[in-house]
């Protein structure tokens, strides 16, 4: 199988690995996020820069091809002490395609700083890369409307998100740090955000390492 890394990192270079993505990441500082077939979708932004749909169109393609890469990468050796640490981020492209993600959307959210479907895409993006992959829960039955006390305290935890393989808070505490100060920022954006369900089900995560 081939293998990311050739040698052990010592702790001090996984230290310095973080933060990822502050300050937020931009051709300037960091060339290899874009490459040659890059060029006409930035070009379409720069003329479309109020589109959405533009925008819009170039997160999910960048997204797919984040999804599609994992995919090629299944069979990548990554020494398990690598991976116990830094979960999501464990591989040098998982890594970059983070800082694309987070260049791309916060280029986004220039234009459109307004836009919860935008935010709330952003800070999901953001969570996969920290807190590591979202258990998804089964359920059975439907909630009462008027439930009471104890039963909707119950509800509560079992809404609670939870995710597996994240980050390690330790080794990537300034990463953690940068994606609270995102949901900070996304709450300064958004005061008037009518949907608190879905609010509630952003800031509720469990992560199990």
Known sequence: MPSVAAKTISYPEIFSIFPLTYPVPSPLTHPDLLNPKDIYREEDLLRNPNSFRAWWTALQATRENYVAQQKSERGVD????????????????????????????????????????????????????VCGHSI????????????????????????????????????????WKCLIATFERALMYLPKVRDLNASRNMGNVQCIV
């Open 78 to 129: 990554v020494p398990d002490e690598i991976r116990s640490l830094l979960g999501p981020l464990a591989t040098p492209s998982a890594r970059l395609s983070l800082q694309r993600l987070t260049y791309l959307y916060e280029s986004a959210l220039v234009h459109f700083a307004g836009s919860f479907k935008l935010w709330k895409s952003y800070l999901l993006m953001r969570m996969s890369f």
């Open 136 to 175: 998804v829960k089964k359920r059975s039955g439907g909630k009462k409307k008027l439930p009471e006390m104890k039963d909707a305290l119950e509800d509560e935890v079992e809404d609670l998100e939870e995710w597996e393989g994240p980050l390690d808070p330790i080794v990537g505490w300034e990463e």
